[in-house]
Structure formats: C-alpha cells, structure tokens
T-cell receptor, first 116, second 112 residues
Framework: DVKVTQSSRYLVKRTGEKVFLECVQDMDHENMFWYRQDPGLGLRLIYFSYDVKMKEKGDIPEGYSVSREKKERFSLILESASTNQTSMYLC???????????????FGPGTRLTVT | GNSVTQMEGPVTLSEEAFLTINCTYTATGYPSLFWYVQYPGEGLQLLLKATKADDKGSNKGFEATYRKETTSFHLEKGSVQVSDSAVYFCALRDPYGNKLVFGAGTILRVKS
C-alpha cells in the first residue's frame, strides 16, 4: 500500500513565523503535490513537483515555497506565516506515467495549521 | 479553464436511503473524471473513476457514469450506511496535464 505521511496533524504558529510542513511518500512516486483545503472551496493546488529539484506553481502559490531535495520528500514552506494561511494542508503523490488517462493521487492525512 | 461544480451540502439522509450527489464539469478535450472521499480525520482516497464517455465507475456500492452530452458525473448509491458519512469530492484531470481540479466537496451525513 502507498503511504503518504505528513510531519504533524496539528500545528499552531504565530504570525510572521517561518513554517515547514513535511511530506514523505514510500512508493517512489515521481509526482508530489501540496494542496490547501478550505470549507466551500474544495482543494486548491499550491505547488507540485514532477521530479527532484523540479517544481511548478499551482493555482495559489503566493506566500508559499517548496523544496524537493529527495524523491520521497516534499516540503512546503510558509516564509512568514499570516492568519489567512490558517487552513488544512494536504500532501499527495502519484506515479502515473505522463498522459495516462487513469490517474490517481494518494493523499496524506493532512496538517491542520492555525496561525495566530 | 477547467472547473468542477458540485451540489452544495450538507446532504443529510437516513440509513438505507438513496443517494445522489450531482457533479458537472467544464473542460477542454476529454478529461478523466474521479470521485474522492474523505472520512473524518483522514486524507482523501479514490472512490471511483471513469476515463471516457459512457464509462461507469463503481466501488463499494457507489456508481457514477461519465456523461459527455451533459458534462456530468453524478455519484449514486442505492442504500447508504452511517459509515458512508464523509466529504465527497468530484475531480477531473485534463488530458494535457497531470493536475487534478477538484470541486468544492459535498458533506454527506447519514443518520441511523
């Protein structure tokens, strides 16, 4: 079974702090994703990575950065946390060949971040 | 651009009732379509999928048919259980990229 783990389930940080959210997958997947989940808005893609050291902006990258130094690990960084970044953050991975129609992402349990 | 619209929730049903959650999409080309489910305190997991028109995805008693003419992928189940209480997300993957586009999610509550 694919396993995607996230470093924390709950996190409370102060405004202005630098925040690191870590995600690790154990199935040698090429693609990894960071989403935020907010009520009524569904999941919105922040960043994704299709290979080590490669990244692409998603729909809402402002205020975030990412790092992928190893294939199994994908980090989301909030350089200076703000209250509007209070949210649920979900990491996902996939190993589907490019353009394959049947495409599945495997999700971690999420990190609920509160910025005060 | 690509988008997914789901019926607003929450949907509250009694056990053994029939479930329909509506999903329509806008996309270029012929996207693959998915339903994901999120149980309380967990991440999302794939429930079912369909990759071309008229395909029917099914799993755990849930079904959805890819209707190209109405750009819809409605989720149905004949008899819901309390354990089906969760958030359900409709999603599409466009054929030219490797990203998923999700709907807003629909909360389902099943009462015993």
């Amino acid at each position: 079974d694919v396993k995607v783990t996230q470093s924390s389930r709950y996190l409370v940080k102060r405004t202005g702090e630098k925040v690191f959210l870590e995600c690790v997958q154990d199935m040698d997947h090429e693609n990894m994703f960071w989403y935020r989940q907010d009520p009524g808005l569904g999941l919105r893609l922040i960043y994704f990575s299709y290979d080590v050291k490669m990244k692409e902006k998603g729909d809402i990258p402002e205020g975030y950065s990412v790092s992928r130094e190893k294939k199994e690990r994908f980090s989301l960084i909030l350089e200076s946390a703000s209250t509007n970044q209070t949210s649920m953050y979900l990491c996902a991975s996939s190993s589907t060949p490019w353009r394959e129609a049947a495409y599945e992402q495997y999700f971690g349990p999420g990190t609920r971040l509160t910025v005060t | 651009g690509n988008s997914v619209t789901q019926m607003e929730g929450p949907v509250t049903l009694s056990e053994e009732a029939f479930l329909t959650i509506n999903c329509t999409y806008t996309a270029t080309g012929y996207p693959s379509l998915f339903w994901y489910v999120q149980y309380p305190g967990e991440g999302l997991q794939l429930l079912l999928k369909a990759t071309k028109a008229d395909d029917k995805g099914s799993n755990k008693g849930f079904e959805a048919t890819y209707r190209k003419e109405t750009t819809s992928f409605h989720l149905e189940k004949g008899s819901v259980q309390v354990s089906d209480s969760a958030v359900y997300f409709c999603a599409l993957r466009d054929p030219y990229g490797n990203k998923l586009v999700f709907g807003a999610g629909t909360i389902l509550r099943v009462k015993s």
